[in-house]
């Protein structure tokens, strides 16, 4: 009767090429997937808050004034959003900052920045009326280019901020805060919903 054979081992090299190789495909899946992290109650959270900093923007006379309110929303609407995503993204137990999710965030930021920088310049010059229709549009720009690696109905959010942002450069500066209440108030509201019922939250 012939003895038990051991297992048979892999030698090191072979080993460690084999590792490599399912390094890479899983490193490749990840980099394939859709980031749906995005939180749908952040974004109706998000849109309540807008509709208050709006109600509040609508009582100041100062430009100065009324930016601050809509600068301190903006800060607002970051730290729910933040909170909410990451909340989702550990329920659901994906990385928030590797593969989508990272090309989600790079891929947001650029239309932020430069709706930073042209805020100031905007402001200097006194052409705070231009304001609401410039956010719009570059948040939406920054939904629509992030979404490209989320769920659907996501970039179809960013179009109707993009909609939103057109029409409020066109409209008289004391519709301001009724453009910015619509756009950033009622379709993160809106979409929010649909989000949260369909994907999860």
Same mark, same amino acid.
């Given at each position: 009767m012939s003895a038990l054979r051991p297992p048979l081992e892999l030698p090191p090299a072979l080993h460690d090429h084999a590792m490599d190789d399912l390094r890479f495909i899983r490193q490749?899946?990840?980099?394939?997937?859709?980031?749906?992290?995005?939180?749908?109650w952040g974004a109706v959270a998000m849109g309540a808050s807008a509709l208050v900093a709006a109600l509040i923007a609508s009582r100041t006379h100062a430009p100065a004034a009324w930016l601050t309110v809509w600068m301190a929303e903006a800060g607002v609407a970051l730290a729910i959003a933040a909170a909410t995503m990451g909340r989702k993204a550990r329920g659901a137990g994906?990385? =928030? @900052?590797?593969?989508?999710g990272r090309r989600f965030v790079l891929s947001f930021a650029p239309p &932020?920045?430069?709706?930073? #920088?042209? %805020?100031?310049? =905007? @402001?200097?010059?006194?052409?705070?009326?231009v304001l609401p229709g410039?956010?719009?549009? &570059?948040?939406?720009?920054? #939904?629509? %280019?992030g979404g490209a690696f989320s769920v659907r109905i996501v970039p179809v959010m960013g179009l109707a901020f993009m909609l939103a942002g057109t029409i409020a450069l066109f409209l008289p500066a004391a519709w301001s805060d009724v453009a910015m209440a619509a756009g950033f108030g009622l379709i993160h509201v809106a979409f929010g919903v649909l989000i949260a019922r369909r994907h999860g939250g």
């Open positions: 490749t899946m990840e980099e394939a997937g859709s980031f749906t992290a995005v939180p749908g994906l990385p =928030l @900052f590797s593969g989508p &932020l920045f430069a709706g930073a #920088v042209l %805020t100031f310049v =905007l @402001f200097a010059a006194g052409r705070t009326s410039l956010w719009l549009l &570059l948040y939406g720009t920054g #939904v629509v %280019t």
